[in-house]
């Protein structure tokens, strides 16, 4: 016996939006950090929701950009002392800037987030 898992496109619609919400909570984030913080919130609160479909690879991605950029953010706070710190930071900047940027176009063109496995 098998099972259908693709969702309607109702469900994919909605889905959608809650994609599009992390992304501009994530650019937000550049601005105002806790938004960072309710988007991953709701990336793993919605997870479910999206396993198995297109959208699963742009959630991972927005967790992945999360997490990575706390890290360096952490980084660059242990290293500012030594005058690396603002460095770090800026390079995290864009280099999170970018992911959202990407994360975003490939939404819009209904393109995956390349990734080799999804956990």
Request: charged share 15%; proline share 3%; aromatic share 18%.
């Amino acid at each position: 016996m098998s099972f259908d898992l693709s969702p309607t496109p109702a469900q994919e619609h909605e889905a959608r939006k809650w994609v599009i919400i992390v992304y501009v909570l994530q650019i937000l984030s550049l601005f105002i950090g806790i938004t960072s913080i309710i988007g991953i919130i709701i990336n793993y609160i919605k997870l479910d929701d999206v396993r198995g479909t297109w959208l699963e690879s742009h959630f991972r991605w927005q967790m992945r950009t999360f997490w990575f950029s706390l890290l360096w953010a952490v980084l660059g706070g242990l290293t500012f002392w030594f005058g690396v710190g603002i460095v770090v930071w800026i390079v995290a900047g864009i280099w999170g800037l970018y992911r959202i940027i990407k994360g975003a176009i490939y939404l819009y063109d209904g393109k995956t987030m390349y990734m080799n496995t999804l956990p």
